[in-house]
Nanobody
Framework: QVQLVESGGGLVQPGGSLRLSCAAS????????MAWHRQAPGKSRELVAVITNNGITSYADSAKGRFTISRDNAKNTVYLQMNSLKPDDTGYYYC?????????WGSGTLVTVSS
């Protein structure tokens, strides 16, 4: 069993920045990949960024150049630094961790980009 708790969401103006955190607990030895997904109002959930246990990263086209995913394996935590935020970035952001046993999702943290 793995539990994921996201934090760091909030209200920010266009052009601003936020840093999201996702702390994992439980059977953390089974964790390899860690990723961030988001779901905007009226849209399907989509992948934003992913990082392997070796630090290899991939990003959605909409996130490249603005977002940075990182992790601290000692703390079992993955981060998403979001810069130059746009209104289209608004939505719930979810931490996602697949394992050999099952897939785990956090409950989400809300990011609202608005003036």
């Amino acid at each position: 069993q793995v539990q994921l708790v996201e934090s760091g969401g909030g209200l920010v103006q266009p052009g601003g920045s936020l840093r999201l955190s996702c702390a994992a607990s439980g059977s953390t030895s089974s964790i390899n990949l860690m990723a961030w997904h988001r779901q905007a109002p009226g849209k399907s959930r989509e992948l934003v960024a992913v990082i392997t246990n070796n630090g290899i990263t991939s990003y959605a086209d909409s996130a490249k150049g603005r977002f940075t995913i990182s992790r601290d394996n000692a703390k079992n935590t993955v981060y998403l630094q979001m810069n130059s935020l746009k209104p289209d970035d608004t939505g719930y952001y979810y931490c996602y961790v697949p394992t050999g046993y099952t897939n785990y999702w956090g409950s989400g943290t809300l990011v609202t980009v608005s003036s």
